[in-house]
């Protein structure tokens, strides 16, 4: 999600419109969303973004904020 230089990266802004409908609400979500994988995942070790997608809340069929993301790591 963010580049080397602590920009959004060319990957995200291709697919921002997944992260909210309006500039403001997808900000947020980058912001928020963007230390998800810190301590974990370094990016300069994915290779490739499997898939993405966001969860569903309990039983419901209404979306939660949360996403998952499967990703190939060297």
């Known amino acids: 999600m963010t580049s080397r230089d602590g920009t ?4 995200y802004r291709s697919q921002e419109r997944m992260f909210g409908s309006d ?4 900000n947020l979500r980058w912001n ?3 230390y998800a994988y810190y301590g974990l995942v370094s990016p300069s070790s994915i290779l490739s ?4 997608s966001r969860e569903y809340d309990g039983n419901s069929m209404s979306h939660a ?4 993301e499967t990703v190939t790591i060297s």
Do not use: K
């Not at 500039?23 to 997808?26: A, D, V």
């Not at 904020?65 to 998952?68: K, M, S, T, Y």
């Open 49 to 52: 973004t499997v898939s993405m």
């Open 65 to 68: 904020d949360a996403w998952l």
């Open 23 to 26: 500039t403001s609400t997808r």
């Open 8 to 11: 959004p990266s060319q990957v």
């Open 32 to 34: 928020d969303e963007q």
